[in-house]
């Protein structure tokens, strides 16, 4: 059956029809080849219009339709769901774009109308090469694994319970609560209630849609988005690991310190009484009390902020205010202790946080504002040397230092991005899907990543995240509903593919492997997002994506080409 | 400049920014030359470098490809692979001794339907001015 193409032209009301010589276009465009016939309509998109579109298509026995009209993004998909009422395939629907892009921006209706006429004669040749394309879908597995335990695991996996889905909570230590538990009186100081977290590990802990996993590593996960199968092992172990399928995977592997023993700077290990933020927490987690060395009470403590910012080269957010939270907790417990802050750029960005440094200063807490410190001397008479922002030369005696280490990548890391197929961000952390418009996704669909395994998070941004994953899950995998895949995807001719894999490297998505019994690369229509990267970088022209193949894309060339 | 030449521009316009963002010059009512036939891809990664020479070869005056601004690509760095790709493309361009000014790739986003009317304004204007494709019907491949 040779093909019958209509092609119908929306008046638009008056923006397109007084815009462009209708007529002009129908006259010009009715002795093309292949098409049956040209129409006009006042409004195509209208209940009126799309009824007269699929009459027209079942009276006509019409196999492509070709719409001058509106841009794709307006009426793309209400065209394509008119095809399917009439009873043809909608991706042999091309709408041409003769408004936005031709009638509102020429003046010239004689110009208007002629670039009409050569757009809609592209969308024709276009046309004839159409492959009629078919949604799929694909069983999706509710299930969710959330991997690591602390603050960004517990609440994801907490807020992800819902009946019908089961949420698997794999956590490499023995306990729940991440690194927050080990701090409870430095974080109560701060006005942060530790029982609310454990309050939630019990509710973890009594729900029966969530199986906790402690003192577990996850060994692979492989699949896409609905489809991931999770094997696990006992940490330590050989025997005993699970194996289970999860439709999504919330990454939450929360993060590390940087070492300060790697810099001489910092005299920390060398000199006694210098301490991490980790240190101090712990010291007065054990006792309460503040005590040097030598068992005395210390007469004058520096905090000393940005510990390894230099190497690492980006700011950790968050040290800012728990050391002015330590310089509060010393200044409210021990009034008479000298507290000064040594600080470069101080980071006081939300709402609160100005208002608590300006009664740090008040409590009487010394801020100096320096661009480099170091610290030297001995137990009992450290000294701080620091360069202002001017220039100048300081120096500091104190008994005590505490050093604030940047955050760091969680050790296992690059062995979790490698697993999971996802990219990680040149710092070492996980890297977001879109930094502005996708935070909590990551190149693979059905992978989020939260928390501070994705960079330094404050408390508040890290649950900001998990909730916000949360809600991700909740709309896209919904528990007895399929799911469907991007139809436009790359395909591989095997006659043409040379086995090169160029393809392989430059898909962001890992959505293309290697054949190695057939030589050629193989595309999972599951994961593929139908950019055509790979396309675009065959040397062999192996590589078609559907709906954008070299043909369609050449039959539009060569019409706006033509004379 | 010839006397009334005008210049033939291919453009492919990637479907999340330049696309959107020619829209939105529309939607604008911003006026600019009708030199340029929009071709919509779904990345500008899209773009085998052959698609461009092969527009040249035949007849283009000019070339256009037209992407997300770097770090904004729908598909993470898309773009940064045609930023590649048309490089290699421009020494080819030298190579053989053809014209560079008629190959060019811009980043417009799709709040930029001003920016997509000044780019296709200037380069219409450039190619008017440097004259139609000499290697038009010259070369083929």
């Keep these: 059956m040779s093909d019958k193409i209509g092609v119908y032209v929306c008046e638009c009301g008056p923006n397109i029809g007084e815009a462009i010589d209708i007529d002009k276009v129908i006259e010009a465009i009715s002795p093309i080849e292949d098409v049956a016939v040209v129409r006009r309509h006042k409004l195509l998109c209208s209940g009126d219009g799309q009824n007269f579109l699929v009459d027209e298509i079942k009276n006509e026995g019409l196999t492509h339709v070709v719409l001058g009209a509106c841009s794709p993004k307006d009426h793309e998909i209400t065209f394509m769901n008119v095809a399917t009422r009439a009873g043809i395939n909608p991706y042999l629907i091309q709408v041409v774009n003769i408004r936005e892009q031709c009638a509102w921006i020429f003046k010239d209706k004689d110009i208007a109308t002629k670039k009409a006429i050569k757009y809609i004669r592209a969308g024709i040749e276009r046309i004839k090469y159409h492959k009629p394309l078919q949604k799929k879908e694909l069983d999706a597995n509710p299930d969710v694994l959330v991997l690591g335990g602390g603050l960004a695991g517990i609440e994801a996996a907490l807020a992800l319970t819902q009946t019908d889905r089961k949420v698997y909570l794999v956590e490499k230590s023995a306990d729940l609560g991440g690194s927050v538990m080990k701090f409870e009186k430095l974080l109560s100081h701060q006005g942060f209630n530790l029982g609310l977290i454990k309050e939630k590990v019990d509710k973890i802990n009594s729900n029966e849609n969530i199986e906790v996993l402690t003192s577990t590593n996850v060994e692979s996960v492989i699949g896409f988005f609905g489809n991931f199968e999770v094997t696990t092992k006992p940490a330590g172990e050989e025997a005993g690991g699970k194996s289970f399928i999860v439709g999504a995977v919330v990454v939450a592997s929360g993060y590390n310190w940087f070492d300060l023993e790697s810099t001489p700077r910092y005299g920390y290990k060398k000199i006694e009484d210098v301490f991490t933020i980790n240190d101090f927490g712990r010291m007065i987690e054990e006792s309460e009390k503040l005590k040097l060395s030598t068992g005395k009470e210390p007469k004058s403590i520096a905090l000393v902020h940005c510990g390894g910012r230099k190497e690492l080269g980006y700011c950790s957010r968050v040290c800012c205010m728990q050391m002015m939270n330590i310089g509060n907790y010393i200044k409210d417990k021990y009034p008479g202790i000298e507290v000064h802050e040594l600080h470069s750029d101080l980071c006081v960005s939300s709402k609160n946080d100005q208002k608590y440094y300006e009664k740090s200063k008040e409590k009487g807490i010394n801020f100096i504002r320096m661009k480099g410190v170091e610290v030297g001397g001995k137990a009992g008479a450290i000294s701080i040397e620091y360069t202002t922002l001017a220039g100048d030369k300081g120096k500091l005696a104190v008994d005590m230092a505490v050093v604030a280490p940047g955050m760091i990548p969680e050790a296992g890391t690059p062995q979790v991005a490698d697993m999971l197929n996802v990219p990680l961000h040149p710092t070492g952390f996980f890297k977001e899907g879109h930094e502005k418009l996708n935070p909590v996704g990551t190149t693979m669909d059905g992978i989020y990543v939260v928390g501070c395994a994705q960079g330094p998070k404050s408390f508040m941004e890290t649950l900001i995240q998990a909730q916000a994953a949360t809600g991700k899950i909740f709309s896209h995998l919904i528990p007895g509903k399929k799911i469907e895949p991007e139809v436009k995807v790359s395909e591989i001719i095997e006659a043409f593919c040379t086995g090169c894999q160029t393809c392989l490297d430059v898909c962001f998505y890992g959505a293309i492997t290697y054949d190695e019994d057939k030589g050629v690369s193989v595309v999972n229509e599951a994961i593929c997002r139908g950019c055509g990267n790979c396309a675009g970088s065959c040397p062999s022209d192996a590589i078609r994506p559907k709906h954008f193949t070299t043909t369609q894309l050449y039959q539009e060339v060569v019409e706006a080409l033509r004379e | ?141």
């Excluded at chain 2, 296709?120 to 204007?125: A, G, N, S």
């Design chain 2, 1 to 141: 400049m010839s006397e009334g030449f005008e210049p033939r521009i291919v453009g492919f316009f990637c479907k999340w920014c330049t696309y959107a963002g020619a829209d939105l010059a529309g939607t604008s009512r911003l006026q600019y030359p009708p030199n340029v036939l929009p071709i919509r891809v779904m990345c500008s990664s899209r773009v085998d470098p052959v698609f461009l020479l092969t527009a040249y070869l035949r007849g283009a005056d000019a070339v256009l490809i037209g992407g997300c601004h770097p770090g904004d690509c729908h598909y993470i760095e898309g773009n940064y692979y045609t930023r590649r790709r048309v490089a290699l493309l421009k020494n080819i361009f030298e190579t053989l001794k053809l014209d560079t000014e008629r190959l060019r790739l811009s980043w417009i986003s799709a709040s930029e339907g001003p920016r997509f009317a000044k780019v296709i304004t200037e380069y219409t204007e450039n190619t008017k001015k440097i004259g139609p494709n000499p290697a038009k019907n010259k070369i083929f491949i």
